[in-house]
């Protein structure tokens, strides 16, 4: 009897494994990733790409590879500033992205010679819009689930 309940715990234990898996791979982060370039195009290795998310001021960076190519995951759904940095180039600021559950993002970045200290400010206030994937997805609150089930009594 106790090789009957051994390999019931087994089995539980696989089953729970598996769910937890998928569970995780549900998850609700974010992606940016972009090339970093000159004025003339050239990519920019080295680059420094900095996202701060403005509601609790987390701040993730990403180092542009051999390409100028930079990504940064795990970002979590919310209101961002961009800036983009690298020695001998002006700095580049953009406030107002907005990142959704699961966004693939691709934001390019080009930089201008001139000093670190002068900082070009790019507008976000325009929707970003996914490029890289076919799907869609948000958040909605429990609040609003309710909502409109009121609305559809």
Known sequence: MFVGKSKLFTALLLLL?????????????????GVVTDSSGAQLPGATVTFTNIGTNLVSTATANSAGVYRISGLLPGAYRASVTMTGFKTVAREGIELHTEDNVTLNYGLDIGAASEVV???????????TSPTASQVIEGRQVEDLATERS
Request: net charge negative; aromatic share 0%.
């Open 121 to 131: 400010n790019v507008d976000a206030s325009s929707q970003v819009l996914e490029t």
């Open 17 to 33: 494994l598996c769910v937890s898996a998928s569970l995780h791979a549900q998850g609700t982060a974010a992606t940016v990733s």
